[in-house]
C-alpha cells in the first residue's frame, strides 16, 4: 500500500512531466538563453518540490509554477543588474538566431523569408519591452494565458496586466509598421 | 484568420480577449509565426536538453567513478599527512627531549668542574698560606720536586 509520501511524489513527478515544457518555454523566451532556461526550469522545479506540501491548489498547479518561475527570472535578472561588471558574456542568442526557428509551414521561400523577417520584428519589440510587459506579453501570446491567470501569475491586477500589454502590443505593432 | 482561430484548442480561451487586444490581420498574423517560431525553438532546446540529459548516465558513471577516485585519494592523503604530521611530532619531541638531557647534562658537567676547580684553587690557597716558619721547607720541597 502506497503512503502518503509516495502519493506525493508521484503526483510532483507526474506535474514535472506535464508542466517542465511550458515552463522552459516561458523561461527561454523571456531570457533568449538555453542554458540559462534550463538551469532556471531545475530551479523552478526544485523550489516547487520544497513547496509542493504547501500548495493547496487555490489557483492551477500551472499558474503556481509559472509565478515561481517569473519570481527566479526576475531575481536572475536584479542578480545579474547587481553583478553585471562580474559576467561580460552574454549567452542570450542574438535576434536572428532567435528568428530562425519556424515551423514548415510556409508555402513558398519567399512567405518563409517574410515570416522570418515579422518574427525578428517582434523579437526586437519584446526585447525593447520591460521586464513586466514582456513577461505578460509571453504570457498571453506565447502562452496563451487568459488576464485572469497572467493576473495571479504575475501578482498584478487584471487593469495593470491589460495596460502592460497594450503598451506591449503597440509596441510590437510600431515596429513592424516601421518596415510597412 | 484570425488569432483566436488559429488555435483550436485555445479558442475559449482567448474568447476572454479585450476590446484593447482587437489585432489588425498584420500584427495577429506576426503573433501567430512568433508564437510558432517560439515554441519550435523550444521544443528543439527542449529535446536536446532531454538528449543530453539521457545521455548523462554515461558521464555520469564516470563521474562517479573519479569522484570515487579523488575521494579515495584525498582520503589516503589525509590519513598519510596525519601519520606524517604525528610522526613528525614524535620525532621533534624525541630530539626536544635528548637536546634537553645534553643540556643538562652538560650544565652539570660545568658544575662539578666549577666545583673542582674552586676546591684546587683553595687548596692552592691554604697551601700558600703556611706559616712563614715553614716557607724554607717548602721551598726544598719545592726544588726537589723540580729535580
Given at each position: 500500500?502506497?503512503?502518503?509520501?509516495?502519493?506525493?511524489?508521484?503526483?510532483?513527478?507526474?506535474?514535472?512531466?506535464?508542466?517542465?515544457?511550458?515552463?522552459?518555454?516561458?523561461?527561454?523566451?523571456?531570457?533568449?538563453d538555453?542554458d540559462?532556461?534550463?538551469?532556471l526550469t531545475?530551479?523552478?522545479f526544485?523550489?516547487?518540490?520544497?513547496?509542493?506540501?504547501?500548495?493547496?491548489?487555490?489557483?492551477?498547479?500551472?499558474?503556481?509554477?509559472?509565478?515561481i518561475?517569473?519570481?527566479?527570472?526576475?531575481?536572475?535578472?536584479?542578480?545579474?543588474?547587481?553583478?553585471?561588471?562580474?559576467?561580460?558574456?552574454?549567452n542570450?542568442?542574438?535576434?536572428?538566431?532567435?528568428?530562425?526557428?519556424?515551423?514548415?509551414?510556409?508555402?513558398?521561400?519567399?512567405?518563409?523569408?517574410?515570416?522570418?523577417?515579422?518574427?525578428?520584428?517582434?523579437?526586437?519589440?519584446?526585447?525593447?519591452?520591460?521586464?513586466?510587459?514582456?513577461?505578460?506579453?509571453?504570457?498571453?501570446?506565447?502562452?496563451?494565458?487568459?488576464l485572469s491567470?497572467?493576473?495571479?501569475?504575475?501578482?498584478?491586477?487584471?487593469?495593470?496586466?491589460k495596460?502592460?500589454?497594450?503598451?506591449?502590443?503597440?509596441r510590437?505593432?510600431?515596429?513592424?509598421?516601421?518596415?510597412? | 484568420?484570425?488569432?483566436k482561430d488559429?488555435?483550436?484548442?485555445?479558442?475559449?480561451?482567448?474568447?476572454?480577449?479585450?476590446?484593447?487586444?482587437?489585432?489588425d490581420?498584420?500584427?495577429?498574423q506576426?503573433?501567430?509565426?512568433f508564437?510558432?517560431s517560439?515554441?519550435?525553438?523550444?521544443?528543439?532546446?527542449?529535446?536536446?536538453?532531454?538528449?543530453?540529459?539521457?545521455?548523462?548516465?554515461?558521464?555520469?558513471v564516470?563521474?562517479?567513478?573519479?569522484?570515487?577516485?579523488?575521494?579515495?585519494?584525498?582520503?589516503?592523503?589525509?590519513v598519510?599527512?596525519?601519520?606524517?604530521?604525528?610522526?613528525?611530532?614524535?620525532?621533534?619531541?624525541?630530539?626536544?627531549?635528548?637536546?634537553?638531557?645534553?643540556?643538562?647534562?652538560?650544565?652539570?658537567?660545568?658544575?662539578?668542574?666549577?666545583?673542582e676547580?674552586?676546591?684546587a684553587?683553595v687548596?692552592?690557597?691554604?697551601s700558600?698560606?703556611?706559616?712563614?716558619?715553614?716557607e724554607?721547607?717548602?721551598?726544598?720541597?719545592?726544588?726537589?720536586?723540580?729535580?
Amino acid at each position: 500500500m502506497a503512503t502518503a509520501d509516495e502519493n506525493a511524489a508521484q503526483e510532483f513527478s507526474s506535474l514535472v512531466a506535464s508542466h517542465r515544457p511550458q515552463i522552459f518555454r516561458f523561461l527561454l523566451a523571456s531570457t533568449r538563453d538555453v542554458d540559462l532556461a534550463e538551469t532556471l526550469t531545475q530551479e523552478c522545479f526544485l523550489k516547487a518540490h520544497r513547496n509542493w506540501s504547501s500548495f493547496r491548489g487555490e489557483s492551477s498547479a500551472m499558474t503556481w509554477l509559472m509565478r515561481i518561475a517569473i519570481n527566479l527570472q526576475k531575481d536572475h535578472w536584479r542578480n545579474r543588474r547587481i553583478q553585471f561588471w562580474r559576467r561580460t558574456r552574454n549567452n542570450s542568442v542574438d535576434l536572428d538566431e532567435a528568428s530562425e526557428w519556424l515551423p514548415s509551414g510556409e508555402s513558398s521561400a519567399e512567405q518563409g523569408v517574410l515570416a522570418k523577417e515579422r518574427v525578428g520584428q517582434v523579437w526586437k519589440a519584446v526585447e525593447g519591452l520591460s521586464e513586466r510587459q514582456r513577461t505578460v506579453f509571453l504570457l498571453r501570446y506565447v502562452e496563451e494565458q487568459e488576464l485572469s491567470e497572467i493576473a495571479q501569475a504575475t501578482g498584478l491586477r487584471e487593469g495593470t496586466v491589460k495596460a502592460h500589454l497594450s503598451r506591449a502590443v503597440a509596441r510590437v505593432r510600431t515596429e513592424l509598421g516601421g518596415t510597412r | 484568420m484570425r488569432f483566436k482561430d488559429k488555435f483550436g484548442g485555445k479558442q475559449a480561451r482567448l474568447e476572454g480577449q479585450t476590446e484593447d487586444e482587437t489585432l489588425d490581420p498584420m500584427l495577429e498574423q506576426a503573433l501567430v509565426e512568433f508564437r510558432s517560431s517560439v515554441l519550435a525553438w523550444s521544443d528543439a532546446a527542449y529535446q536536446r536538453s532531454r538528449t543530453v540529459l539521457a545521455a548523462s548516465p554515461r558521464r555520469q558513471v564516470w563521474r562517479l567513478a573519479a569522484g570515487w577516485a579523488l575521494g579515495c585519494a584525498l582520503l589516503a592523503g589525509g590519513v598519510s599527512g596525519g601519520l606524517n604530521v604525528r610522526h613528525h611530532r614524535q620525532e621533534m619531541a624525541r630530539i626536544a627531549a635528548a637536546h634537553e638531557a645534553e643540556q643538562r647534562r652538560l650544565v652539570a658537567e660545568q658544575r662539578a668542574r666549577e666545583e673542582e676547580d674552586l676546591l684546587a684553587k683553595v687548596d692552592s690557597d691554604v697551601s700558600r698560606e703556611v706559616p712563614s716558619a715553614m716557607e724554607p721547607l717548602a721551598q726544598l720541597m719545592a726544588e726537589d720536586e723540580t729535580r
